[in-house]
């Protein structure tokens, strides 16, 4: 699974949530996830769902503050799996 990188940047409605942002193309995008989701900055999203010039889509664990489950992102805000065990 690939991990896409996050900023924490104010908490949520419950004290377990976080609201986080993400770098996309369009722009920044919030979402609001469980702290628990989160790991060293990361979060997990699934496989790429394409792959175009220097970027990708993923699909995202919950949906953005504007309705957004997929969001084209920049791959340097990505990691891989082999990548991880190596860092």
Do not use: C, Y
Request: no cysteine; glycine share 10%; proline share 7%.
């Amino acid at each position: 699974m690939m991990r896409l990188k996050i900023e924490i940047v104010g908490n949520g409605l419950h004290p377990n949530e976080a609201v986080v942002g993400i770098k996309t193309n369009e722009g920044p995008q919030r979402l609001v996830i469980s702290r628990r989701s989160i790991d060293d900055g990361f979060i997990a999203v699934g496989w790429p769902l394409g792959h175009q010039d220097k970027t990708t889509l993923v699909e995202l664990p919950r949906e953005t503050q504007t309705g957004a489950w997929r969001v084209w992102v920049p791959d340097d805000q990505l990691i891989q799996p082999e990548e991880r065990k190596r860092a």
